[in-house]
């Protein structure tokens, strides 16, 4: 698998893809293999791709560790999918109020149409602002809508329903208990020579290495880690957090999440023609999880290069950490998605 991998890959750096990246599995029983390809970047003189490098993880965030903690927390009946947001979020001031649940939240069947890219000058209560008060077309649940607007409501929900931070929750439940010791989302504790520079950006008109690359997040977090980007990690970082939801929610005798909780990750939540979704995570998105995988594959991809999957049927995770957007974000994201698929199908394959 290993030959197969790296001709794929080599040749995506050849294509300028990417100039490195980290290719990581795991099965069921802990053997995981990490393979690391590439450079930093495309200077001859930049640092070899290493297994422990450090990358911004983009969307990642949103299930890891944004939806998987509300779910911990609907598993110990602290929080309930039918939980009204509004009982956490009194500042909502929609049109559909008493409608919203943390269910449509977790499957992103909230018809937002903000655009937060185009609210990056302003700041982070201004933001909230106009995420509280956005006019739905649609009632909650009627369409799917992917939005960072559903993640960060979910992370401030979070927040108030365990009293914590979104960062000293997730440190607490998961990344400490599952050895997760390089995942942050405080990149500027990171030595900056582990971290893998993500895009040349002429909004901050600087290099970005060590900060946010999401915009909306990067201003958010002047307040708080929001839920949908921001976190950084490695390859074996996110293999223990894979092999745990291998391994009905246990790894190394310790218990975070139920089994039952886990099948609802990879059982569509959604009763919407044409679109399937887990509860709290994407499923079985064949245009970056590949045509080998089964229909309980569940993962997220980040906008910086990055994917993970999971599919319990097979009994096999992977992990791929690229930085596709340096030196500039591409105008498709259809590179990026045939290399995730492509990778996907080698690893579910066999």
């Given at each position: 698998m290993r030959e197969k991998i790296a001709t794929r890959i080599e040749r995506a750096i050849?294509?300028?893809v990417f100039p490195g990246c980290v290719v990581g599995v795991i099965d069921r029983?802990?053997?995981r293999e990490i393979f690391p390809f590439g450079r930093f970047t495309y200077d001859m003189s930049a640092p070899d791709m290493s297994e422990d490098a450090v990358f911004d993880v983009a969307s990642v965030t949103k299930s890891i560790p944004t939806?998987?903690?509300?779910?911990?927390?609907?598993?110990?009946?602290?929080?309930?999918?039918d939980t009204r947001v509004v009982e956490y979020l009194p500042e909502l001031q929609t049109n559909f109020n008493d409608d919203i649940r943390m269910q449509h939240l977790l499957t992103h069947t909230l018809d937002f149409r903000v655009r937060l890219s185009a609210l990056k000058d302003l700041p982070p209560e201004k933001i909230l602002q106009e995420i509280y008060t956005t006019h739905f077309?649609?009632?909650?649940g009627t369409a799917y809508c992917y939005s960072n607007a559903s993640s960060i409501l979910l992370g401030i929900c979070l927040r108030r329903a365990a009293d914590k931070p979104l960062d000293r929750l997730a440190g607490e439940m998961l990344f400490e208990p599952l050895q997760m010791h390089a995942t942050t989302f405080h990149p500027q504790t990171v030595d900056i020579a582990r971290i893998v520079p993500t895009e040349y950006?002429?909004?901050r008109g600087r290099l970005i290495r060590g900060e946010v690359?999401?915009?909306s997040a990067w201003v958010l977090s002047r307040q708080s880690p929001a839920g949908s980007a921001g976190l950084f990690s490695t390859a074996p970082d996110l293999l223990n957090f894979l092999q745990m939801l291998l391994n009905n929610g246990r790894i190394d005798n310790h218990y975070c999440i139920s089994s039952d909780m886990i099948r609802r990750m990879h059982t569509n939540q959604l009763s919407i023609d044409g679109m399937r979704t887990g509860l709290g995570w994407e499923l079985c998105r064949r245009r970056y999880m590949g045509d080998a995988c089964s229909d309980m594959t569940?993962?997220?991809?980040?906008f910086t290069g990055c994917v993970c999957?999971?599919?319990p049927a097979k009994g096999r995770a992977l992990v791929f950490l690229s930085n596709f957007t340096y030196p500039r974000r591409k105008s498709s994201r259809n590179l990026i998605n045939d290399i995730r698929k492509d990778i996907a199908d080698m690893v579910f394959a066999t």
């Open positions: 050849s294509d300028e029983s802990g053997t939806s998987t903690l509300a779910l911990m927390l609907i598993d110990r009946g602290e929080l309930a999918a077309e649609k009632p909650p950006d002429d909004w690359h999401d915009e569940f993962g997220k991809t980040g999957l999971c599919d």
